[in-house]
Structure formats: C-alpha cells, structure tokens
C-alpha cells in the first residue's frame, strides 16, 4: 500500500490542523493505521492509531484530548485533527499502515510509511 500525507504547514500555539494520509494500492481496512511525528536527532514517536474497523483508537498521553485521529474505509483515508496545539508538537508527522488487526505503538511494527508532512507550531 502507498500512503501520501497531507495538510501540515505553520500555526500558532492553541491552533488547530488537520492531517490527512490518502492510500492506494489496497485498501486502508485491512490495516491498523498510524500516525507518528519525528524530530530532527529524535526517535519517531507514536500520536495515534485506530484498528481496521475505525471503531477502536489508541492516543499517545501527550496529546489525548486535543488529537482525533479517523479513518474512512470508503475514501481509503485516515485523517489526523489536532487541536490546541503546542510548540512541541513541532515535527514530520508521518502516517503509517501495518498488516493484521493488533494495535502496536512501536514504530518498527509497521509495514508501510508516507512521505511525512511538516507541523510548526510558534509560540
């Protein structure tokens, strides 16, 4: 499957944005999908995940209650609202697709990765 991610770019502290990774190849509901963030000299780090079905989400503590992450099994899309963002949420957010139907917050469980796309948050 090819992941393309989408609608990063610049806001300010409290914002909001949304990502979106569009997939081809084969369709979203036969993974969990994922969306990791990465620093320069950092490793990547887990935001979110939600199963095959989209009924089931997972959130990392530093952004459960600002970050939803959706998934549309029609539009082959899964989608990334971030609201109240902060400074540090500053990074390339990727989205990620791994086969079967377990939930995994480590990086290297995943299968397949988009191209990443920039989130500045200034303060």
């Known amino acids: 499957v090819q992941l393309q991610a989408s609608g990063g770019g610049l806001v300010q502290a409290g914002g909001s944005l949304r990502l979106s990774c569009a997939a081809s190849?084969?369709?979203?509901?036969?993974?969990?999908m994922g969306w990791f963030r990465q620093d320069p000299g950092k490793e990547r780090e887990f935001v979110a995940a939600v199963t095959w079905s989209g009924m089931t989400t997972y959130y990392a503590d530093s952004v459960k209650g600002r970050f939803t992450i959706s998934k549309d099994n029609t539009e082959n899309t899964v989608d990334l609202q971030m609201n109240s963002l902060k400074p540090e949420g500053t990074a390339v957010y990727y989205c990620?697709?791994?086969?079967?139907?377990?939930?995994?917050?480590?990086?290297?469980?995943?299968?397949?990765w988009g191209q990443g796309t920039q989130v500045t948050v200034s303060s």
């Open positions: 190849g084969r369709t979203v509901m036969s993974y969990v």
């Open positions: 990620a697709a791994r086969s079967g139907t377990f939930y995994y917050s480590r990086a290297d469980k995943y299968d397949y």
